[in-house]
């Protein structure tokens, strides 16, 4: 069936995606999980926008962890496309919040997912060896990529979501690192990228 980011899922996935956004909308006036602004337009600000970072998976990544995921964005949105499509994706969220954390938590018991949810420092864990990465919103591109030397497998992949400060960012980050770099324009936003990095290392 084709819900309502456009996708051709299963009705599951179509169920957990909805049971995820009626959690959302209840938790949000409590500890603001996204602005109240963009809750009117909750599918493309962010399911959408998450959604659209799985085609950028290579197929046979076997962990992928996202950091700072707040309300879940994209973490818990690749979490249940996953489950169907990728079902030997292992997922892990990364949360300080304790409060997010607990809402994360809630999203996957209600959902039935085996997400893990980590309610710790991204700069406390052991190296979480992620093929892929993601923060949305979370750090300068220079700080995502000490995350990255810090959570990548050796051949793993980044994927950053940046708006229109982009490019400033990739030039301010070069005086510090080396990396790989493929920009993918966003579907949900045309100011926006997907900055696509592998390869990182200290200059
Ligand atoms: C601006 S929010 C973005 C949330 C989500 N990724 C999104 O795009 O909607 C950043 C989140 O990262 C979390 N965070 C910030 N620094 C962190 C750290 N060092 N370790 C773990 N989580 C962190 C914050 O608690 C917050 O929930």
């Known amino acids: 069936m084709t819900d309502d980011l456009g996708l051709n899922v299963s009705r599951e996935t179509s169920e957990r995606l909805a049971t995820y956004a009626e959690l959302l909308v209840k938790?949000?006036?409590?500890?603001?999980?996204?602005?109240?602004?963009?809750?009117?337009?909750?599918?493309?600000?962010?399911?959408?926008?998450?959604?659209?970072?799985?085609?950028?998976?290579?197929?046979d990544a076997r962990r992928w962890a996202d950091l700072g995921s707040g309300g879940g964005f994209p973490g818990l949105v690749i979490a249940i496309l996953a489950a169907e499509s990728m079902p030997d994706l292992a997922v892990t969220l990364v949360e300080s919040d304790g409060r997010k954390a607990a809402f994360l938590s809630a999203v996957v018991r209600e959902t039935g997912l085996r997400t893990s949810v980590v309610a710790d420092r991204i700069e406390s864990l052991?190296?979480?060896?992620?093929?892929?990465?993601?923060?949305r919103a979370l750090a300068p591109l220079s700080q995502l990529l000490a995350f990255a030397e810090q959570h990548l497998a050796p051949n793993g992949r980044a994927l950053f979501p940046k708006g229109a400060t982009h490019r400033s960012e990739v030039a301010e980050s070069l005086a510090d690192w080396r990396f790989d770099l493929r920009e993918h324009p966003?579907?949900?936003?045309?100011q926006a990228v997907i900055l696509e990095i592998e390869g990182v290392s200290r200059v």
Request: net charge negative; glycine share 0%; aromatic share 4%.
């Open 27 to 59: 938790w949000n006036p409590a500890i603001n999980l996204v602005s109240k602004s963009s809750l009117a337009d909750l599918q493309t600000r962010h399911f959408a926008d998450s959604a659209q970072l799985l085609a950028l998976c290579p197929p």
């Open 126 to 135: 052991p190296p979480l060896a992620a093929d892929v990465l993601s923060a």
């Open 186 to 190: 966003s579907k949900t936003d045309p």
